[in-house]
């Protein structure tokens, strides 16, 4: 019997060459696990026209956990794969979880001046199925002077109070104990009363974690200047989306970003993926970092329930990132090794 | 004959501070500005409960422009001041072009390594009359837990066209003509396409301006890796607000950032103030800095038409901030008047 049962959607460019290192690291800590390909994204598009059939959702629906590496390529209208595949997966898998943690580790340089390593330690819980993301709105008058177009936010006491005990349950686990609800309840009214509302009622339930709140403005800001304030922030789909980036920016860049899109009750696989794309510049030199690949492969160990294993293998990366010289060229295959060994080990 | 008639709210806590330095700077760029006081603000709101009656609305239409200090206090309801005052002047005015420059002024420090004075100068032009804040959107079901909450993004071709227009204009008198769109076309389908449409219409009259595209997510992330790559920003109102905020804080902190909310036809009266809020911790020390409501009255000068006089007080506010010692203290007034005797020059 498999301890688990992994889909493997390691996608285009340089998507396939991480995802290589993040099983490798996988079986080191968790063998057993049973992988199965799926051909998706960019190549398969072009190549068929199909972005995700029907018939393969219904199998990746029959998985613990997906794993991804990177869709797209700019032979590729925009949108096509976003919506298509990425945004398809996250609704109907109900990943309401959007993670993304951001960690400045020791050994890579923030742009910011004056931040130390270690000092950055925050993750962000964004709403992953609701807001402004279901492809609500429309259009009028197209292509004429009185053309109107809309979209609309869509929000649930249901969908937005879930995402935001995940938040605080998160909290009980961190050493800071602290949540910050981040929203724009002065403009987004009827919204932001429903957020603030379910905030308040779920953090009366957790007296031992500190709250605060920040309209998304400010936090950008702050998240520049002062990013260590922040341990867990919960927030709606798009401000999220905006966020993360930041909060990316400031810790080493998305080229060091891990994220998972979580279904917390595993009712539905969930979905774990290096934040950076494609990047067909790099693609097939064996030269790209998969520092992130295998942070998201941290996630869906903790997510199935391997904290331990997690654990060890964010510490590789941590050895690994620490051990760095600057400018040194690095090989794709010997840092997924270096990392599977260290996190076996 | 007055040259220009001016209404002056000056608000709440270092507002007052600020805006005299601003009313000194003008008299001694543009002798013969009429100026009228208008007490609005958290400390009006406290006495009367009155946050902008509409016969002071009436009066404010009848002047050239308004100089604003800072409205707000811990006294009063957030979102109170904030919808009743500046949106409402906002949309009232139909001040479409929410306008914010940033520059890391020679003396001034980016919390960003490795960026120097000067090397940002960038202006967003932010869609000041649409999208998500016109208020649209609703609930049901309220503190139930079946409630359900919308906001609406509303976005014409007229609105959206115009600001477009300002935006390429400006360019155009700039060194570097380059426009760049920021959206979120991969998921705002519907205003995306209407805002990328309008953007490739405008465009094409400008083949001497450089255009180029970007998701707000990533937008966000190269204002704090590489904000020198922006010359002209445009985006719509909401996006608007987190981008300038970034912009703001990567480039000496929204401390210096000055913001124009402006009718360019005139039909209305423009609005010029500091991002800055009313700091009620230091109000009343005389120890503010009156530099962003000094700019601000800047950017209120070329609006009305004397481009000159705004670039003397813009060099003046250079010189001041270029011989600055770190950490020496400040006196609201004493600057105040440097700024206006540099400035008259
Ligand atoms: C590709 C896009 C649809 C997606 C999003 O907006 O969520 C991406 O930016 C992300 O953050 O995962
Ligand atoms: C006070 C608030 C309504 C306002 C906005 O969201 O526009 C502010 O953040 C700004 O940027 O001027």
């Known amino acids: ?49 199909e972005v995700l059939p029907d018939s393969v959702l ?42 993304r943690p951001s960690r400045l580790w020791p050994g890579t340089a923030s742009p910011l ?5 270690g000092e950055i330690d925050l ?10 993301y279901t492809g609500a709105g429309g259009s009028l008058h197209r292509d004429t002077p009185a053309e109107v177009a809309t979209e609309e936010s869509l929000n649930t006491r249901h969908g937005v109070e879930r995402v935001i005990r995940d938040a605080f349950a998160r909290a009980e686990r961190r050493e800071r104990r602290k949540v910050t609800l981040v929203h724009k309840t002065n403009v987004l009214t009827h919204s932001g009363s429903l957020w603030a509302r379910a905030f308040q009622a779920v953090a009366a339930e957790h007296p031992d974690v500190t709250t605060e709140y ?32 930041i909060a990316a920016a400031v810790s080493g860049g998305i080229g060091l970003a891990a994220s998972g899109c979580i279904n917390p009750e595993r009712a539905y696989p969930s979905m774990f993926e290096p934040v950076h794309g494609s990047a067909p510049d ?10 992130a690949a295998v942070l998201s492969a941290a996630l869906l160990l903790d997510h199935l329930g391997h904290p331990e294993a997690a654990h060890r293998v964010s510490e590789a990366v941590a050895a690994e990132l620490a051990a760095r010289v600057p400018g040194a060229p690095l090989r794709t295959e010997e840092v997924g090794d270096r990392l599977a060994a260290h996190a076996a080990g």
């Not at 396939?16 to 993040?22: D, G, I, N």
């Not at 001046?113 to 390593?117: H, L, N, R, S, T």
């Not at 790099?282 to 520092?291: F, L």
């Open 58 to 99: 219904t199998e990746l629906a029959d998985h613990d956990a997906i794993l991804l590496g990177a869709v797209g390529d700019p032979s590729v209208p925009p949108g096509v794969l976003e919506r298509g595949l990425l945004l398809r997966l996250r609704f109907a898998f109900d990943q309401y979880v959007n993670l």
């Open 123 to 132: 993750v962000v819980v964004r709403e992953g199925t609701e807001g402004l």
């Open 113 to 117: 001046a004056g931040v130390k390593a």
């Open 282 to 291: 790099i693609a097939g030199k064996g030269v790209a970092d998969p520092a």
């Open 1 to 49: 019997m498999s301890v688990a049962r992994i889909a493997v959607v390691a996608g285009d460019g340089i998507g396939t060459e991480v995802v290589a290192q993040a099983r490798k690291v996988l079986d080191a800590v968790l063998p057993g696990v049973e992988a199965t390909e799926y051909d998706l994204g960019a190549a398969r598009y072009n190549r068929t026209g």
């Open 214 to 245: 920040q309209h998304v403005d400010a936090a950008a800001m702050f998240l520049v200047t002062q990013p260590q304030r922040y341990d867990v922030v919960v927030t709606d789909n798009l401000f999220g989306d905006i966020l993360t980036d």
